[in-house]
Nanobody, 116 residues
């Protein structure tokens, strides 16, 4: 069973930065891909960024170069470095993993609030 635990969320001012981390209970070499999604109040969960086993990354258009997804295979963690945060980035951010047999796993989420 793959378990994901997010951390790093919090309250930041517009223009600020946060780094989210996702701790994974298995060697991330075993996973097909990982990603970050977010869900704002009243909206559907949406993709933010993904990274494959081979290191291929994909970002939502709204990221606009502000976020970077990365992984640390030795630590079994996946991070999302966010900068130039704006109020519209306020959401619960979820870590996601897909294994090689297409099972999907989710963390509990971490709240990111961008406000003056």
């Amino acid at each position: 069973q793959v378990q994901l635990v997010e951390s790093g969320g919090g309250l930041v001012q517009p223009g600020g930065s946060l780094k989210l981390s996702c701790a994974v209970s298995v060697n991330i070499f075993r996973l097909n891909s990982m990603g970050w999604y977010r869900q704002a109040p009243g909206k559907q969960r949406e993709l933010v960024a993904t990274i494959s086993r081979g290191g291929i990354t994909n970002y939502a258009i709204f990221v606009e170069g502000r976020f970077t997804i990365s992984r640390d295979n030795a630590k079994n963690t996946v991070a999302l470095q966010m900068s130039s945060l704006q109020p519209e980035d306020t959401a619960v951010y979820y870590c996601n993993a897909q294994d090689v047999v297409r099972s999907t796993y989710w963390g509990q989420g971490t709240q990111v609030t961008v406000s003056s």
